[in-house]
């Protein structure tokens, strides 16, 4: 479960997906944003700057570019504005990419 909150009466998950995040095989769940679940995997920083500085979710509605990652080898996608699908690869981005 990671640190997804525990949901509450009459509420449920989407269908379970596996992706790929830094190498490694991690559960999403469908509905949930590339950022939902770097930070239920505890991953905080999605990037750092060209100057080596830690960048993470900050806004959450794609508006301050912080969140990005490289999706399927795609650079620079916004984490927080990304639906999760079945084998996506994510993984974090160095600088401008």
């Not at 469908?30 to 979710?57: D, F, H, K, Q, Y």
């Amino acid at each position: 479960m990671g640190r997804r909150l525990e949901l509450g009466p009459g509420l449920a998950r989407g269908r379970q997906l596996t992706l790929t995040l830094d190498g490694a095989a991690v559960t999403a769940y469908e509905g949930e944003t590339v950022a939902t679940v770097l930070l239920a995997e505890g991953r905080i920083a999605t990037r750092t700057t060209p100057g080596g500085e830690p960048r993470g979710v900050f806004c959450g509605m794609g508006v301050c570019f912080d969140c990005l990652v490289v999706v399927d080898g795609i650079p620079n996608t916004r984490a927080c504005m990304t639906k999760a699908r079945e084998g996506m690869d994510v993984r974090r981005q160095d600088g401008l990419a």
